[in-house]
C-alpha cells in the first residue's frame, strides 16, 4: 500500500447530513469499504444505518479506532469538537496513523492541526458542490470541482485519489487562499439564487405571471451564466451600462427604492460593480463610467416619489 492508493482501505464517516450519506454512498457504489459511520443525533446515526447499512455511533472516537481513514463531514462549527476528539485516538489502535479528509472550506488545514500533532496524514478535500439529495443519483458529486489542500505530497495525492473515486475534478489550493475559496463557493451557489429570488419579486410587483416570469427571467439568467462560463471571463454588460444611458438607469433605480426598497442596497451594488467591470474591460469609457457612478449615487438619495410628485 503506497500514500499514491485508496487500496482496500476501511472508511468512517464522520457525520451523516447529506454530503456525508452522500460521499458513502459513491465510495460504496465504487468498491470502497465504508465500515464505520457517526453522528451526534439519533436521527442521523439511524439514517446512516439505513442507507449505508453500517454500524452508527454517537461518538466519532468509536469510528476513529475502527478504520483506515475517516472523511470529517460535519458542520463547520462542529469540526473543532471532532477534531480534539479524534486526537484521543490511542497510540495502541491500528493502524498508527490514520488518514484524515476534512472536507469544510472553514479553517483550511490549520483546522486539523492537532491531528497532525498527533501523527496523522491529513488534507482537506472540499467539494464545491451543493448536496440536495443523494437518493436514486448514481453519483450525485459527478463533474463539480474539490478544493484540496495539503502540507505534503503524500496527503495531496491521497486528497486527489479520493476526488477522483467520488468523481470530483479536484485542484490543489494554497493554505492562505481558503476564505476566498469559501466566499467564491458562497457567491456562486447563495448569490446566484439570491438574485433569482429578487428577479421574483421585483416580476411579482410588476404583476407579471410566476410562469411567465421564470420563462423569460429565468431564460435570460441561464443565457448570461453560459455566456460567462463560455468566455473564459466578465462578460460584457447588458442594457443601461453598455448604453451609458444615466436615464434608464435611474429609472430602475428608483422603481426598486419605491416598490422592492428590501432589495436597493443590493441591486446598487450589483450595478455599482458592473460599471466598474464595464470600465476596467473597455466597455465604456471613463466618463460615462463617472456619469453611470454619479446618477447611482443620485437616485439612491432621489426622493422615493420621484421629482414632480409633491
Known amino acids: 500500500m503506497t500514500d499514491l492508493e485508496l487500496g482496500p482501505l476501511t ?24 465500515a464505520h459511520v457517526s ?28 478504520v483506515d481513514a475517516v472523511i470529517i463531514c460535519v458542520p463547520d ?16 489502535a491500528s493502524p498508527l496513523r490514520l488518514r484524515v479528509v476534512g472536507t469544510s472550506a472553514t479553517g483550511g488545514l490549520r483546522a486539523l492541526d492537532a491531528l497532525t500533532a ?9 467539494p464545491a458542490a451543493t448536496v440536495v439529495s443523494y437518493e436514486g443519483e448514481p ?15 503524500a496527503a495531496s495525492a491521497f486528497g486527489h485519489a479520493l476526488a477522483h473515486a467520488l468523481n470530483l475534478v479536484p485542484f490543489l489550493l494554497d493554505e492562505a487562499a481558503w476564505p476566498l475559496h469559501a466566499a467564491a463557493c458562497a457567491t456562486a451557489a447563495n448569490l446566484t439564487t439570491t438574485l433569482l429570488a429578487m428577479t421574483d419579486d421585483f416580476a411579482r410587483e410588476a404583476d ?34 453598455a448604453r451609458g444611458d444615466v436615464a434608464a438607469l435611474t429609472r430602475q433605480v428608483i422603481a426598486v427604492r419605491t416598490h422592492a426598497p ?4 443590493l441591486f ?39 421629482p414632480g410628485d409633491h
Not at 213 to 231: E, F, H, M, P, T
Not at 262 to 265: D, K, L, T, V
Not at 276 to 304: E, K, Y
Open 262 to 265: 428590501q432589495h436597493q442596497a
Open 208 to 241: 407579471i405571471h410566476p410562469q411567465v416570469a421564470q420563462s423569460v427571467y429565468g431564460k435570460l439568467a441561464a443565457s448570461a451564466v453560459d455566456r460567462a462560463l463560455r468566455s473564459g471571463a466578465s462578460p460584457e454588460c447588458a442594457g443601461p451600462i
Open 118 to 126: 498527533a501523527g496523522h496524514t491529513v488534507c482537506i478535500m472540499h
Open 268 to 306: 446598487r451594488a450589483g450595478l455599482a460593480d458592473a460599471v466598474q467591470r464595464a470600465f476596467g474591460s473597455g466597455q465604456i469609457d471613463m466618463d460615462t463610467a463617472h456619469r453611470l457612478s454619479t446618477a447611482l449615487a443620485d437616485a439612491m438619495q432621489h426622493d422615493v416619489h420621484g
Open 39 to 66: 453522528s451526534r443525533s439519533i436521527e442521523g446515526r439511524a439514517r446512516a444505518t439505513h442507507q449505508l447499512g453500517v454500524p452508527a455511533h454517537e461518538d466519532p472516537l468509536q469510528v476513529a479506532e475502527q
Open 139 to 153: 453519483s450525485p458529486l459527478a463533474g463539480f470541482g474539490a478544493a484540496i489542500g495539503a502540507e505534503d505530497d
Open 11 to 34: 472508511f468512517g464517516i464522520i457525520g451523516a447530513g447529506r454530503l456525508g450519506l452522500a460521499i458513502g454512498h459513491v465510495l460504496q457504489r465504487e468498491g470502497f469499504a465504508i
Open 77 to 92: 462549527d462542529a469540526v473543532a469538537s471532532v477534531v480534539a476528539r479524534l486526537a484521543q485516538r490511542s497510540p495502541d
